[in-house]
């Protein structure tokens, strides 16, 4: 196997190159054309993938999905063909959705199982305790996390976040329909914890800056197992009540806004991240019906589904409920486990711009990564299309706003990927590799 | 040779076997060690208060954590370098063991660990509820200028895994060092004396609240030099590590290693991480099978490893 040094010093003119071989490896990797590789590859050494999932933990039912689904795409990739001739292998290690225990895992990617690149992670905390490990062992770090924290330029060039949008980006493209359709006096109600003051400050600015109003900012702090006494700080004129609320709690929640409401409600909108992996018939959650929710991917297959979801659908084994098609009681982490799926295509596409070849190529495999700007809507990105700004090493696409009717979600509204840019605040393409 | 030169042969035969073993460990174990030799340097501080004094907290993720966050706060928030944030963080977890010991030593026995389980709550919360500066759940990585400091007129750089290594068996022979001189001397005989009976003690004029205050203290500096070093080295603090897990699993460290001896929480640690680490690997259930050999352990070895060895053949081990 030959492999080459990275630590060589790069030229603009290699990072042009790697930017078109870039490009042209995303016009392949997003057609449905025949493989570019040969099927047959049983002498190559395959490429190892370390996947850090949460098979344990406050993240299991997350986890369960995302390997589902991150191993169903490796069979996809090998079947036609693996990466430049060698095949795929995910080794998968459980982190207990423990930043402890993520760093440990990271450390045992690099120096044991010797992978080429790890993946998959979910969970901020374990994405941030990590990262540090990871860029300290020069191990790309490749995660599904949806949290701001890669974008936000606090960790470091070898961690990338292209398979999904984060969280600011989700909360800032709500707030135009919101507010056009659903009132523009908000209250907020958030877990009192990073995660939820995300939400409470880049939604809150979004809604101002479209001149709208934040009546209340309602805290729930996250040992809380009872809601009862922060509803009354409901204002009487919400128009609309936002809720982001994450972990067992939100049954609870949910019933407890329904005995409080009664039938005299305001709009509601939340965020589906609450009741992933939960089914909307269940009995609790009828007061949902009518309210809307954000989803990063349509949990139902909807009227005007594309082939593309279909395919990943059927690959992954999810039917049209968003339930595993073995057990319709086992439902899926719909709106977020796309970003497993896409993202090992988008390694794909790196490794193959820089013809990656080994762990000496990690350097390459990094600005491969970072010549990367965009994915088209296909059966490797079949969440929709995505820009990626490597300055910052995040993707930003699509966002889908659906209504609960008869305990379903129906997109109602998909927003422009316009919707949630921002604008960078951190440069990693300037870090040392 | 002297009980007294055994223990010291022993001792630092056990130091000397672990400088010797990161030039044969494979690159993966000499991380995972460095890693072991601080959480056992939590473990030994633990063991002070709970094997050789007899009070068992429920809540010293709360001592790991005042170290964790007054060394790691300093360095991220004031720039402060890695050698004053350390002293600070110690100096946090031993001003928290002082306060938190002229409330809960007023209690002893169940009364005891419950009040320590909930003050440790109340920092953990306290990381969450001041997420302003702490990142709550989501924790801070720590600053490029924290990663290395200047001492002795040389350059440690924190991210050298064999200077980590180091430093970290640097910090461990200073806890074993401590806990020995503890053990052999006269405080080391008031703390057993108050385990085995504190009315006893007391009848005999020792002022048994100043040797339990005088325990924690230390037993708390120690806990939070871990929780120091841990953020310093690996370059991250959150609020998991204040979370309960964090205070079970030094008393799981001891009891398997064996409580009221030094080195047994050294090798409890080892044992736990391995356990941990390669069961893992094996099933999705490996709390399962950590919690089954501990059920074993306990049945065969109540007083864990070292603590048997001690009973059947080593009875100057201390």
């Known amino acids: 196997m030959s492999r080459r040094p990275v630590n060589a010093p790069q030229s603009p003119a290699r990072r042009r190159t790697l930017k078109t071989l870039g490009i042209a490896g995303g016009a392949a990797a997003t057609g449905l054309a025949p493989t570019l590789f040969p099927r047959a590859y049983a002498q190559s050494e395959p490429i190892r993938i370390g996947a850090q999932f949460h098979?344990?933990?406050?993240?299991?039912?997350?986890?369960?999905?995302?390997?589902?689904?991150?191993?169903?795409?490796v069979k996809l990739i090998n079947d036609e063909g693996g990466i430049n001739g060698r095949p795929l292998e995910l080794v998968v290690e459980d982190d207990g959705t423990d930043p402890k225990r993520g760093a440990e895992v990271v450390e045992k990617f690099a120096t044991q199982h010797k992978v080429d690149v790890a993946y998959g992670t979910l969970f901020s905390h374990v994405v941030i305790g990590s990262s540090p490990r990871a860029g300290e062992l020069k191990l790309p770090y490749v995660v599904v996390s949806e949290g701001y924290h890669v974008a936000s330029g606090a960790l470091n060039r070898y961690v990338f976040q292209p398979g999904i949008t984060d969280v600011r980006s989700q909360v800032i493209s709500m707030a135009p329909w919101v507010t056009a359709n659903l009132g523009k006096k908000v209250t907020m109600i958030f877990p009192d914890y990073a995660f939820g003051h995300d939400?409470?400050?880049?939604?809150?600015?979004?809604?101002?800056?479209?001149?709208?109003?934040m009546?209340?900012?309602?805290?729930?702090?996250?040992?809380?197992s009872s809601f009862t006494r922060y509803l009354p700080r409901i204002p009487s004129d919400t128009e609309v009540l936002y809720h982001v609320m994450v972990g067992p709690g939100v049954l609870t929640f949910v019933k407890e806004l329904g005995e409080h409401f009664g039938s005299n409600r305001p709009e509601i909108f939340g965020f589906i991240d609450s009741l992933e992996a939960v089914d909307l018939a269940t009995p609790q959650l009828e007061f949902l019906e009518g309210t809307y929710f954000w989803e990063g991917n349509p949990r139902y297959a909807q009227p005007d589904q594309t082939e593309h979801d279909k395919f990943y659908r059927a690959a992954v084994g999810v039917d049209d409920n968003g339930a595993s098609v073995n057990d319709p009681k086992d439902v899926s982490t719909y709106a977020h486990m796309f970003g497993c799926w896409e993202t090992l295509f988008i390694i794909k596409q790196a490794m193959e711009a820089c013809n990656y070849s080994g762990p000496a190529d990690r350097g390459a495999f990094v600005e491969a990564m970072e010549a990367l700007e965009r994915f088209e809507e296909g059966r490797e990105h079949p969440q929709g299309e995505k820009v990626f700004d490597a300055r910052i090493h995040q993707s930003f696409g699509h966002q889908f706003i659906s209504r609960v009717k008869d305990s379903r979600l129906e997109v109602v509204h998909r927003t422009a990927i316009e919707d949630g840019l921002y604008e960078a605040e951190a440069d990693y393409t300037t870090m040392a590799l | 040779m002297g009980d007294g030169a055994k223990s010291l042969l022993l001792h630092g035969a056990i130091l000397l076997s672990l400088f010797g073993l990161q030039f044969v460990l494979p690159e993966y174990h000499q991380l995972a060690v460095t890693r072991i030799l601080l959480l056992a340097v939590f473990a030994m501080g633990y063991n002070l208060l709970f094997g050789?004094?007899?009070?068992?907290?429920?809540g010293h993720a709360m001592f790991f954590g005042a170290g964790m966050y007054g060394a790691g706060l300093s360095a991220y928030h004031l720039g402060w370098a890695v050698p004053s944030a350390m002293l600070l963080g110690v100096a946090c977890g031993a001003l928290l063991a002082l306060l938190v010991g002229l409330v809960a030593l007023r209690t002893t026995g169940v009364a005891f660990m419950i009040v320590t389980l909930m003050i440790s709550q109340v920092g953990y919360l306290a990381t969450v509820y001041f997420t302003t500066w702490t990142r709550g759940d989501e924790g801070l990585v720590m600053p490029e200028a924290a990663r290395s400091f200047t001492l002795f007129g040389h350059t440690w750089l924190l991210t050298d895994p064999v200077t980590r290594y180091n430093l970290a068996l640097i910090l461990l022979a200073i806890a074993m060092a401590v806990l020995l001189w503890v053990a052999r001397g006269r405080f080391g005989r008031a703390l057993v004396a108050v385990r085995e009976n504190e009315d006893r003690t007391r009848m005999l004029g020792y002022h048994t609240f100043v040797i339990k205050l005088k325990a924690l203290l230390l037993s708390g500096a120690v806990s939070a030099a871990a929780g120091a070093a841990y953020a310093l080295m690996f370059a991250y603090i959150g609020s998991s590590f204040t979370t309960i897990q964090y205070s079970i699993d030094p008393l799981l460290y001891t009891l398997l290693g064996g409580a009221g001896t030094v080195a047994g929480p050294v090798l409890g640690t080892f044992l736990m991480f391995y356990l941990v680490d390669y069961a893992s690997e094996l099933t999705n259930a490996y709390l399962l099978v950590t919690g089954i050999v501990l059920v074993v352990l306990v049945l065969f070895f109540p007083r864990g490893i070292l603590g048997a060895i001690r009973e059947r053949w080593l009875r100057w081990l201390p």
């Open chain 1, 55 to 73: 098979r344990t933990g406050i993240g299991a039912s997350y986890g369960r999905w995302y390997e589902r689904t991150a191993t169903a795409a």
């Open chain 1, 199 to 213: 939400h409470r400050d880049y939604f809150s600015q979004a809604v101002i800056a479209l001149g709208g109003e």
């Open chain 1, 215 to 224: 009546l209340e900012l309602i805290a729930i702090p996250p040992t809380e």
């Open chain 2, 52 to 58: 050789y004094t007899g009070l068992l907290s429920l």
